[in-house]
């Protein structure tokens, strides 16, 4: 415990040994009984639960959860009220979570593995009455606190991996569902689907079936989102299904179950009842002006689904061949019965219509996720066979609901919703199983637009329009945009040949944009209450109006691009095509600031058409319009749910083929203002992860794969690359140093992506690319599909090697000196990383033309995985271009004191010299000058030059002898002998290891400069094995994963050779670190450890501390010491700092300085560390020492000064008086002469040395310890 008041992580840790030890001996012989009690050790780690240094936490909660090895915890009462109280407090802290050094990125991190081990034996080690309650309160604790992701998702894996036991009833399941509830508090949906997933898997292992009814547990499932974890197809699903089947008919029956079906099986039975509830309406329901909650459809559905996957199941398992779906018929015939007549019978209630259509919807959207044609999937395609019958029907019914003023309430319009959002499935339904339907389809929608124009054009002559007459109208609108999104989404059924297509044009082309409904009067309004109740208020029905306007217009702008010229010609209205787009422009604006921000899409796809046609005529316009735009989408950038939606018709609109190239074209304000945009995106994806990934993805795909397969086209979009390079060169350096939460958050999401296919929220969500690696993934794909024979190919990538090299030079001129990965390091690296995927692509002229630069950029101070790319460049060039050779050999005449720091990228080259060579005819030259330039390196008085330079002497040395160069003769004894005494070098010092270590190391031994050349060795193997933050490394797989820019299948610079990608790191100028270190030491049981002292245990009460610091510290008292330091002739705060805390320390009486000022210097609180508060300071200037001295003899002190004098005494021969005075001396001029006279004896430091005198502070701690040491000494003797 006392140890533990250090807070010092380094302190504690080895005392952390001995509590096992201790806890192994606490154990008696006897069983149950303990020689001293555990309690004293949970003292001990709650206490380091509740520390405030977190590695401290960690350490003592990755401690306490290695107990479970020694398989005797303690299984009392108050042991598990330890773990679910201090623990578990402690576990809610996310930093806990994160990895060790040493762990690869996706790895579990410690605690979460230990975590689960720890659970599982302490719940094995609980007799069986006890498990199930100490589970439910450790399940009711995840949810009685606000927890974040990464605790619940780890605790909710723990809980998942624990051995299947049935211990938890239908409290236990309510628990879990609670669970559940707060994980969808966090906006990381791959950590929240993961979670889910863990926690029905704890349903499924750890629920005793016979104590909860299946309403419950289909309750709980409800939980679940599809989109995140449960869904059809995921191996999460069939393992349900397997539960199911096992424990069909074990499941608690409910009381009101029916006697006859006891033959049926029980998940079946309760299918058959739900449904036959969920269809049940009361005959007093039969008008109610609100929906049904979705919840009962959703629920019906997935257990059909459920229901029907276990029957395929069962009969897979007894070997039929032909599946009958009998239970699956018996489940969807009462809800057929009920679509049939839905057209002929119009007195079924309408609650009975909608829970039949809601159920109908939730059936018809139901996807597989293996099966990309539905016919491969047994059970969806025989519920679409079943569902295809009662097509007319409710086509028959939707059509009058919609058209025949059906809908006359507020409360009608989430009527509206669905019956609009089941058309395109019902569309989807007949073209995948249904082809004779299609009439049908056709005439519905021909009577639906037709009827909706009508309800549209009909002018209200009153001033208070009813309601009823504007709930027909929104309806109607909602109704047009339903059939344009069909004719948009689902070409195949050639819709657009129907005779109201015309008519629907023609509207939509002349209709007033952002007409807004007048709010109706609700006087005569029978329903009311429905109104005032209802959560759509006015407002929000306007919204959706125009938001549906702009969603029509859309579809025609896209659709028909030349309508407007059509229009102009046929047309009587005097307004041209320029001047009808600049309306519809200015109307968008408009309807940007008067939309709610999650509607305006719409008005976003609309502006990206108008836009170009308008850049030349109407800039200033254009530019409002960006500036509106970018308006919109900062506002949101706070916002989750309808951010990335919006930003990506945002990126859509502002870099649309068209749109970039009118602005180019032009130079004007427009083109300012997008590149203005550019850097304001770049600057929110720093702080908003995937912002940058939307924007470059988008870019890439329309500058290389532009959607119109026209050779202007083609020229026309890469010309924008060129205009906006700026977004390409960023990408290639992007990527910020995250912050310590931002880093666990993508370790965790790592780790779960990891688990593949295990994992259902893998399969299930969306795929966001979202990754900040994936900007640079998407920048070095693109630069992959260049083509250096193309002339715009050429000159762009020329642009961005330029561009890069001084944005080195820049950085490297900002900072000449910089850390290992810091944020200048990661920039350098990845502008080389680009250089070096660009250079193949590159002709001769270009590459002579720049090599100086790389050379200047290889003269800096640079890390180490930098320096091996500069080389790598260096090499490839000059093996590509051995002309360029004179230009190499230039740079090591340049004056030795350049060259110190750099000279070793050079030698570097020359020990690949046999690669450089490969395509020179005349090597001898070569290699002569070569020799000639190492030669003289081999000498430097640098060792590691020297090293450098004997390596690259072997490799050119090597290569004369296999060419049998005769000029070299004369040389061969010398050289020779000189690399055999280096192989044979003896002695146990550093240089004989040295010259193995650098003979070993990747770069020289294995790494070959043609063969590695590939985009792994660039982005993966060289950063790791020349030590860059694991961060920096980009596998392999996110060059696969990431599919919005795709290679050609016959790239071939994928992958390192085995030999490099199977290395580990070993930089040999850093080996002598050691890389076990971390391991030993935490295996090792150390004999000794620290143990600071608490100078306060036996002090006086803590009322004292609250003195001031000068009453405080005279109380607090040395009062048994009588010796004064005088430093007044001292004059620099750092010597007084460390005097202050020496003589505090040792308890001297008193500090004599020669101002007060001094204690708020930083340098010398810096040395004292708060000592001044605890140790009376007395203020002394040197002009008053004089008299000082004499006051202080009176007082019976012996005046000490510590000077070399004539008659000093030897410190080690002198004995201290109690009351004694020591008289420091000036750093520089010692005690000066007319103050040694006052003094009664000089006391010397004896010495060996050549220097003639300590450090004043050094000195004055010699003096102040040795007089402790004798009053200790004499103390001791007394008593």
Not at 328 to 354: C, H, Q, R, W
Not at 449 to 466: D, G, W, Y
Not at 1230 to 1254: K, Y
């Amino acid at each position: 415990m006392e140890t533990l008041e250090g807070n010092q992580i380094h302190v504690i840790k080895p005392v952390l040994p001995k509590l096992n030890s201790l806890f192994d001996h606490a154990i008696s012989g006897e069983k149950g009984c303990w020689l001293f009690h555990p309690s004293w050790h949970m003292c001990i780690y709650k206490r380091m639960f509740e520390s405030e240094n977190k590695t401290l936490m960690k350490e003592g909660v990755l401690h306490f959860l290695e107990l479970y090895e020694r398989k005797h915890l303690p299984n009392s009462l108050v042991f598990s009220e330890f773990v679910i109280g201090p623990l578990m407090d402690a576990l809610s802290e996310s930093s806990l979570y994160s990895r060790t050094p040493g762990q690869l990125m996706g790895a579990c991190p410690p605690l979460g593995t230990r975590l689960q081990k720890f659970l599982a034996t302490y719940l094995m080690l609980l007799p069986e009455e006890e498990k199930g309650s100490f589970l439910l309160k450790f399940i009711q604790k995840m949810t009685s606190r606000h927890w974040c992701a990464v605790p619940i998702l780890f605790l909710s894996m723990a809980l998942a991996h624990i051995p299947a036991c049935k211990v938890l009833g239908a409290e236990g399941l309510h628990a879990l569902r609670d669970v559940l509830q707060c994980t969808m508090i966090t906006h990381q949906i791959l950590l929240r689907g993961a979670a889910q997933c863990y926690l029905l898997q704890t349903v499924m292992h750890l629920t005793d079936v016979e104590k909860v009814f299946l309403p419950e547990v289909s309750s709980f499932l409800l939980s679940l989102r599809p989109e995140e974890s449960l869904r059809r197809d995921t191996m999460l699903w069939v393992e349900l299904c397997r539960w199911f089947q096992e424990n069909d008919r074990r499941f608690r029956k409910c009381v009101t179950s029916d006697v006859e079906h006891r033959e049926t099986s029980s998940l079946c039975q309760y299918v058959r009842s739900l449904l036959g509830e969920y269809l049940k309406t009361p005959a007093s329901e039969r008008e109610n002006c609100f929906m049904p909650d979705w919840f009962e459809a959703k629920l019906v559905s997935t257990m059909i689904l459920l229901a029907a996957d276990v029957e395929q199941m069962r009969n897979k398992y007894s070997g039929k061949s032909n599946i009958e779906w009998i239970e699956l018929e018996a489940f969807l015939n009462p809800l057929l019965d009920v679509l049939m007549k839905l057209g002929s019978n119009v007195y079924i209630p309408t609650l009975k219509t909608d829970k039949s259509l809601q159920l109908l919807l939730k059936l018809l959207q139901t996807r597989s996720l293996k099966c990309s044609n539905t016919q491969d999937d047994g059970v969806l395609f025989f519920i679409w066979k079943s569902l295809v019958t009662p097509v007319e029907s409710i086509l028959e019914f939707l059509l009058r609901r919609l058209t025949a003023n059906e809908l006359s309430t507020v409360g009608d319009l989430d009527r509206c919703d669905l019956y609009l959002a089941l058309i395109p499935e019902i569309v989807n339904l007949c073209l995948q199983v249904g082809w004779k339907k299609i009439p049908s389809v056709k005439n519905f929608i021909l009577s639906l637009t037709n009827a909706s124009i009508r309800n549209l054009q009909e002018r209200n002559c009153e001033e208070e329009p009813k309601l009823k007459e504007q709930i027909k109208k929104v309806a109607s609108m909602a109704s047009l945009t339903a059939v344009c999104e069909i004719m948009d989404r689902k070409p195949e059924a050639h819709l657009e040949s129907l005779p109201s297509v015309d008519a629907l044009k023609r509207f939509i082309f002349f209709s007033q944009y952002n007409e807004v409904l007048k709010k109706p009067s609700y006087v005569e309004e029978k329903s009311s209450l429905c109104e005032e109740t209802t959560s759509q208020g006015w407002g929000k029905i306007v919204a959706r109006y125009v938001c549906d306007q702009w969603i029509c217009l859309r579809f025609i702008l896209n659709s028909f691009p030349t309508l407007a010229q059509e229009y102009e010609r046929t047309s009587e209205i005097s307004l041209s095509t320029v001047e009808r787009s600049r309306k519809i422009l200015e109307s968008a604006l408009e309807a940007l600031s008067i939309l709610p921000s999650d509607q305006v899409l719409p008005v976003f796809d609309c502006m990206k058409v108008l836009v170009p046609k308008l850049l030349h005529s109407a800039e200033s316009l254009c530019i409002e319009a960006f500036d509106l735009a970018w308006k919109i989408i900062s506002s949101l950038s706070n916002t989750q749910l309808i951010f990335w939606s919006n930003l990506k018709a945002f990126v859509h609109f502002i870099f649309d083929a068209e749109v970039l190239a009118v602005a180019a074209s032009a130079k004007g304000q427009a083109y300012v203002k997008i590149k203005e945009i550019i850097f304001k995106l770049i600057d929110m994806s720093t702080t908003k992860t995937g912002v940058f990934n939307v924007v470059l993805s988008h870019c890439c795909r329309s500058w290389i794969f532009p959607t119109v397969h026209e050779r202007s086209a083609l020229t026309t979009a890469f010309s924008n690359a060129g205009n906006y390079c700026e977004l390409i060169t960023e990408a290639c350096v992007f990527g910020t140093v995250f912050r310590r939460d931002q880093r666990l958050t993508q370790d965790v999401n790592a780790f779960i992506e990891n688990l593949g296919e295990k994992c259902a929220a893998n399969v299930v969500t969306e795929s966001t690319n979202r990754d900040d690696h994936y900007v640079r993934v998407c920048a070095i794909k693109f630069l992959c599909l260049l083509d250096g024979s193309n002339i715009l190919h050429k000159t762009f990538m020329e642009d961005i090697f330029i561009k890069l090299l001084d944005k080195d030079e820049l950085v490297s001129r900002s900072r000449t000196r910089y850390y290992a990965n810091s944020l200048q390091h990661r920039i350098k690296n990845r502008v080389w990383q680009t250089l070096l995927v660009l250079l193949p692509k590159l002709d001769q002229n270009f590459v002579c033309g720049i090599l100086d630069k790389v050379f200047q950029a290889g003269f800096g101070n640079n890390q180490a995985s930098v320096k091996y790319f500069i080389e790598w460049i260096v090499i490839l060039s000059l093996h590509k271009y051995p002309q360029i050779l004179n230009k190499f050999w230039d740079c090591f005449s340049y004056d030795e004191e350049k060259l110190k720091t750099s000279i070793c990228t050079f030698l570097s080259v020359l020990s690949h010299f046999d690669i450089v060579l490969q395509n020179t005819s005349e090597k001898k030259p070569a290699l002569k000058k070569a020799l000639v330039v190492v030669l003289q390196w081999c000498f430097n008085h640098n060792f590691s030059v020297r090293l450098y330079a004997l390596v690259a002497l072997k490799k050119i040395w090597g290569m004369c002898r296999m060419l049998h160069v005769e000029e070299f003769e004369a040389l061969t004894p010398v050289i020779e002998s000189s690399l055999q005494q280096v192989e044979n070098m003896h002695g146990t010092g550093n240089a004989r290891r040295n010259w193995q270590r650098i003979q070993d190391h990747f770069f020289f031994a294995t790494f070959h400069p043609l063969e590695d050349y590939s985009l792994e060795t660039i982005f993966y193997t060289l950063p790791r094995l020349s030590e860059l933050a694991e961060d920096e490394w980009i596998s392999i797989a996110k060059f696969d994963r990431f599919t919005d820019v795709r290679l050609p299948p016959e790239f071939q610079w994928y992958h390192s050779r085995t030999e490099l990608h199977d290395l580990k790191p070993s930089d040999w100028s850093q080996q002598d670190m050691g890389s076990n270190s971390a391991e030993t030491d935490s295996q090792m049981e150390w004999t000794d450890v620290q143990k600071k002292i608490i100078p306060w245990k036996n002090s006086t009460p803590s009322s004292d501390l609250e003195m001031a610091f000068q009453d405080r510290a005279t109380k607090l008292g040395k009062s048994n010491s009588r010796l004064i330091v005088v430093a007044s002739l001292i004059d620099k705060p750092t010597n007084l700092g460390g005097l202050c805390r020496t003589s505090e320390i040792f308890g001297a009486s008193a500090l004599v300085v020669g101002s007060l000022h001094y204690i708020q210097d930083k340098q010398f609180q810096h040395l004292s560390v708060s000592a001044e508060q605890w140790l009376p300071l007395v203020e002394v200037k040197p002009s008053q020492l004089v008299d000082y001295l004499q006051q202080k003899k009176t007082e019976g002190y012996t005046i000490i000064g510590v000077e070399q004098t004539a008659k000093s005494f030897d410190l080690t021969e002198y004995c201290f008086p109690e009351k004694s005075l020591l008289l420091l001396g000036n750093e520089h001029e010692g005690i000066p002469a007319n103050l040694i006279h006052h003094l009664d004896v000089c006391v010397e430091i004896p010495q060996q040395g050549i220097i003639r005198s300590l450090n004043v502070h050094v000195s004055g701690a010699l003096l102040i310890w040795e007089y402790t040491r004798q009053q200790v000494i004499k103390q001791k003797q007394q008593k």
